[in-house]
């Protein structure tokens, strides 16, 4: 699967590099979220995988991190938090869906995988929780981005 993604990212401008160091991801996110084999074996080999403007990424392990500056990984969940006053509706749509790639290319907008069944959802700014399902696994999610279906 990675494979033939590198080839569709090679044609298209992205940036991907591989992970210097051991990429594994923070405690915290393997206690909230029951993490896809198949998206870990995808995700793991990578630090950086974004386009050529860096306006559309996978969150990578590192990018799960704590950063000072720049994008957070759930940054869609806490401006949903900050708008709704910490609606519990919205921690719980984001406990069942982590975020697998951020846009801010055309507004802000994202995929996650819901952990509970698996497929892939999209969700755009305002109502970041009203997401609709785009791929039934992930290995569908990148087949259909190679396929040109899905556009990042």
């Known amino acids: ?28 996110i393997t206690e909230r979220y029951a993490i896809p ?15 050529n403007d860096a306006t559309v990424w996978f969150v990578t392990p590192w990018d799960f991190r704590k950063q000072e500056n720049g994008f957070r990984w759930n940054e869609f969940e806490l401006m949903s938090l900050e708008w709704c006053d910490g609606d519990s509706a919205v921690t719980e749509f984001w406990d069942r869906h982590i975020p697998v790639v951020q ?34 696994s992930f290995e569908d999610f990148i087949a259909k981005i190679i396929a040109g279906e899905i556009k990042l």
């Open 1 to 28: 699967m990675l494979n033939g993604f590198k080839e569709w990212a090679k044609k298209n401008g992205w940036n991907i590099f591989p992970a210097k160091d051991s990429n594994d991801f923070p405690d915290f």
């Open 37 to 51: 084999e198949n998206w870990l074996q995808f995700i793991r080999p990578l630090e950086v995988c974004e386009n």
């Open 103 to 136: 846009s801010v290319k055309d507004g802000y907008s994202y995929y996650a995988i819901n952990t509970e069944s698996g497929k892939v959802v999209y969700g755009c700014e305002p109502e970041f929780e009203e997401a609709e399902t785009v791929a039934d």
